[in-house]
Each structure stands twice: as C-alpha cells, then as structure tokens.
C-alpha cells in the first residue's frame, strides 16, 4: 500500500473518493473506475494545503524506498542442489575428522566434570547432541570406557614423559593413602612437581592407583620402585617426597632410600593436638560445641526454628559449622561459627531444649581460644596454597614461637594451654633449621634469606648451603680445567713455531687480559651479593625473583630450582583424593581402579596438554 494512505482513506459513500484525514475533504482519485484509480491528486492535496503533513510523507515515503532498494541489493539464496542437501542429511562415519573431534570432547566432558560413562545414555544429554550435529552418532558407553579413555590416556601421559625427559634440576613428589567410603577400595597417590627452566612451576599427577592388602612399610616401598620404574625416574633426580607422619610411610621412604619431610599442616595438627586438645577446659568445650550443632544437624526443624530467631535478630541466616576430628581448623571454624550466633542460641534457649549450653566462662574462653589460633588458622591456609614451598616452614615456625612467648591481654584461661601449645611445636619441629631441605629452602627464598634463623645456627645453615654449591661447582671444575689444559697446549703449539703470527698475538692478549674464573670465589661471591640485599615482601614470588635474577646469580638459581621445588603440604594428593571421591561416588562405585585412576590422571593433568 501507498505512503500516501496513511493520511487518506476511502470515503463511504463513493469509492472514486478519498477523504483527508486532517481537513476531512473529499479528493477525486483519478478515475471513474478502479483500474484507473491513483494517488496523484492525493499527494497533490497534501502539498497544497498541508506543507507539514506533506513533509512527514515525504520522509516516509523515502525510509520506505531505502528499505526496498536494500531488500533489492540482498543477493538471493542459492537454491541447494539434491546431491548437497543429501550429503547434508547423511550421517557422518565414526572414522571422519569431526566425528572423532566431537567423540573426544565428549570424553574430556566425562573426565573434567566427573561424569559417569553413563551420561552418554542419558535422554536429555543425546537430545543435546541431536541438536548441536543430528548427523552425529553417539558411541556407547563401553566405546567411551573401554577405547576413548585409554585413548586419551596415552596422550597425556607422552605428553608427561615428554615433560619428564627435559632439562629439570630436581623432582619433588608427595603421596598419601585414601580408602573410599563408597567401595572397598583403597588408593595409593604420586603428585610430582618441579621447577623448569624459565622458573615455572610445573606439577602433574602421576598415579593414584589402587593399593590392596596390608599398608605395610615393604609394601609401600616396592609401590614407589613400580611407579618410578614406569616413568622412567631415577632416585638421583628425586629431591623429597611429601608425605604424612605414619610410621610405615616413614619407614617406606627409608627404605627406598628417598629424601622425605612430614606434611607440614599434619604435623601442626599433631602438635596442637598434643598441646591444646588435651586440656581438659577445652575438650568439655567441644564437646558442648559438637552437641550443640549436632542438634540441628540432625532435626530439620530446631534449624528452621533457629533461622525464625536469626531473621527476628535482623541477622543472615546460616548454619553452624560441623567439625571433623581429623582437621583441627574444622573446629576452629565450629566454634567461630558458634561464638557469630551466640545471640540467636541465647535467644532460642530461652523458647526451646537445648541438648547442652555453654556458660558465661565457657563463652569467654572461646573467644580466647579463637584469639590465640586465628594465626594457626592463617598459616594453615597458606602453607596449603599451591605455591607454598619448604620455604616457607622455618620462618613460619619462628613466627609462631615468637608468637606464642609474647604475653596478651586474651590469655585469661589459657595460659596453660599457651604454654602446653609452645612446647609442643618446639618438640614436633626442633630440627627443621638443622636440616639441609629446609634451611637451604629458606637461605634461597628470597623473601625470607638468613632472616629467620638463631644467631647460633645462621653460621652454620651458611656454611650447609655453601658446601652444597661448591659440591655443584665441582662439576663444573672438571670443565675448567680441560680448558685450561686446551689452552697450555696451544702456548706450546706458540712456542714451538719460529715467529709469533698475528693470530697468536691476538690470542695471547685475550689470555693476558682474560679474568680466570674460580668456582669457590664465584659462589662466595654471589652468595654475599644475594644475602646483602634487602628481602622481598612476603605477598611476592620468589620464583618471579629468580626468573629476573638467575643470570645475575647462576649458581644460586640452579640451587633454588631444586629446593624451592619442594611443597611443605601433601595437600596436592589430599586435593586428588578430593577428586577421587567424585568418581567414585554413588553413581560409579563399582568402577575399576583402572578406569577410576585413568579419568583422574585425565582430568589432573589435561591442563599440561592445553597449555
């Protein structure tokens, strides 16, 4: 239709007419009969006696020929020939490229995401797959387990070994054992980690395999020569293995002649079980504490109720915190969490039972006692990142022993236990500066150099790094001294000639003139430098350090490649056996320990590959 009949329409009385929308007049259109009909006198009416309407119609009547002109320039679809609309409908083989681009992105979907091989059976996942590619078949399930995984295993680990094989200073491992709660089933990890030449950090899972029978010393011995055999690792490139303090893990690293450390948050766990958990005051407290959240762990309606008083009292809403006697943090958290709704337990005290309540003194002790482990909770938490380094041990246990003699006004009641507290991290970490793992560790960090040791002990931490960079220069003496021998023999060659040539005069002055380097000096040196200058903040990195400083310190950096490699935590195989709890899970707990480890070494160390 016309612009034009936006302002006009057809008059009622006699089609030959229209009438003007705004002056209401009669306007002949053209004709007597509707095939000679037009618009002419229409425009021509609006541009006589509405200038104003007319511009509008103008406007509107060139936006509406823009449009068509663009639809006009739109090239047409082609229409698609029978054989291309066939080739579009047909299915694609298993064996085609995109077939088996999807087919691995769906086994990365299941190992990533801890999804069951089951998923692939599901209604709405195939729906899904039907509409993002319908000439797409989805494998099986058992296609999935039984080819793609082992697939996609064997990428990543050549990947791995190609990784191992480099230029890398030291290896660093930590293991642990887990035993599953859904299937009987108990599973033995290796993490390892290392520093490569750029100073990165590199970690990988190597193996959380299932590990049967008695967790005997032997039997964990000949585990590590298995999975040290199967990566090719000789114990010459092992620096430490981070492990918990259970006697046979003990024994094993003994026995296979391994450098190993206890995890550093286990054995603060045990010194603060040993020195803090058993006080009497404190043991009652918990043990009113764990009571107390039980109650509403286990009655939906003491929480609801608990939540009406929170929303009464103008506070959030939140559920008390459960601990576990294994983490000592858990019940620092419970009582933290206890201690924020002290208001919302008194209040509901007084309308309903309560199993067990807590005094003015308890209430008050708490508080102290959350006073005196928020450090031990802070600490806890950074020893556990996953930059944390042997590094950082020594000076975290000065800081708590200076911590911990210092007088503050919260020690009301709990003066005993500080004490108990104090003897028992001098008695769980009393050689850590006398051992080359930690104190060469802390010497090379450059946040923290000779900083954190006694003066009676500095000296020799110093002189236990210097022995261990000479033993490394030595090596390189070897080198030296067959240049020096290349070198006397070509004065010889000199002598022996006639006349000095040109070349030879050139050759002699570079020798006159060149600085003959010694090993010993040379580390000394280098040494002093790095120890005269001040220390980086705590919140950098000291590997970013040695990655700008290396050329300036090269025999320090190849040192620190090493020692710096070490983890201070198992955390990495607590962490894995994090993700191995979601594979075996309800869903999936009569898979094999094969496929379980499979999907987990997958899943931990896809970021290698990607990378």
């Avoid at 996609?152 to 094989?165: C, P």
């Avoid at 509403?296 to 939140?318: C, D, E, N, T, W």
Wanted: proline share 3%; glycine share 2%; hydrophobic share 40%.
């Amino acid at each position: 239709m016309a612009v034009v009949w936006q302002y006009f329409k057809v008059s009622e009385k006699d089609q030959r007419f229209a009438v003007c929308n705004t002056c209401s007049v009669e306007i002949s259109r053209g004709g007597s009969v509707r095939k000679s009909f037009n618009t002419t006198n229409l425009i021509g009416h609006l541009r006589s006696r509405h200038e104003a309407v007319y511009g509008d119609y103008l406007q509107a009547d060139q936006k509406r020929k823009n449009e068509a002109a663009k639809e006009a320039q739109t090239p047409v679809k082609a229409q698609t020939s029978i054989d291309t609309a066939f080739e579009k409908a047909k299915q694609l083989p298993p064996d085609s490229t995109k077939a088996k681009q999807i087919t691995n992105k769906v086994m990365e979907f299941i190992a990533l995401d801890d999804q069951p091989f089951s998923v692939v059976e599901d209604v709405g996942f195939r729906s899904l797959m039907k509409f993002m590619e319908p000439r797409y078949t989805l494998p099986s399930r058992r296609h999935f387990a039984e080819v793609c995984l082992p697939e996609i295993h064997n990428i990543v680990a050549t990947h791995i070994h190609e990784l191992l094989a480099c230029d890398i200073a030291a290896i660093s491992f930590t293991t642990d054992i887990w035993s599953s709660d859904v299937s009987p089933v108990s599973m033995l990890s290796l993490t390892a980690q290392w520093i490569n030449k750029d100073f990165n950090l590199v970690k990988a899972v190597l193996h959380s395999q299932e590990f049967a029978g008695i967790h005997s010393a032997s039997a964990i011995s000949e585990a590590f020569e298995k999975m040290f055999q199967t990566w090719k690792i000789d114990k010459t490139r092992v620096h430490a293995v981070v492990r918990d303090n259970a006697k046979n893990m003990k024994k094993a690293m003994m026995d296979s002649v391994l450098a190993s450390f206890g995890c550093m948050a286990h054995t603060l766990q045990l010194a603060i079980h040993d020195g803090v958990f058993s006080q009497r005051s404190l043991t009652d407290i918990v043990s009113i504490c764990r009571k107390i959240v039980g109650h509403f762990k286990h009655s939906p309606l003491a929480y609801s109720r608990l939540q009406a008083v929170q929303i009464q009292l103008g506070m959030k809403p939140k559920r008390l915190q459960q601990d576990v006697s294994t983490r000592w943090n858990s019940t620092f958290y419970m009582m933290e969490s206890l201690l924020e709704q002290k208001r919302a337990l008194a209040t509901y005290a007084a309308d309903y039972d309560l199993p067990a309540t807590l005094n003015a003194h308890q209430w008050q002790l708490i508080e102290n006692f959350i006073t005196l482990f928020s450090p031990f909770e802070q600490l806890t938490r950074e020893v556990s990142s996953s930059e944390a380094s042997a590094a950082d041990v020594l000076p975290s246990v000065t800081a708590l022993r200076r911590l911990l003699s210092k007088q503050a006004d919260t020690d009301h009641g709990i003066k005993t236990t500080k004490t108990s507290l104090l003897e028992a991290i001098n008695r769980r970490f009393d050689q850590i500066q006398y051992d080359p793992m930690f104190c060469i560790a802390t010497y090379l960090d450059p946040r923290y150099k000779d900083r954190y040791f006694d003066e009676d002990v500095k000296q020799r931490a110093r002189e236990i790094l210097e022995a261990h960079l000479l033993a490394d220069a030595g090596a390189e003496d070897v080198t030296r001294d067959g240049e020096r021998a290349h070198h006397t023999e070509r004065k010889r060659q000199r002598s022996d000639r006639t006349g000095p040539s040109l070349h030879d005069v050139f050759e002699e002055i570079l020798e006159e003139n060149g600085s003959e380097r010694t090993s010993t000096s040379s580390v000394s040196q280098q040494l002093g430098i790095f120890l005269s200058e001040i220390t980086i903040p705590r919140g950098e990195s000291a590997l970013c350090y040695w990655r700008n400083n290396h050329l300036r310190f090269p025999e320090l950096a190849q040192i620190a490649r090493k020692y710096l490699s070490a983890p201070c935590t198992s955390v990495e195989s607590e962490r894995l056996f994090s993700s191995v709890s979601h594979v075996l899970d309800e869903k999936r707990n009569r898979l094999c320990c094969d496929k379980a480890e499979m999907l987990i070494f997958v899943k931990k160390n896809m970021h290698l590959i990607k990378k």
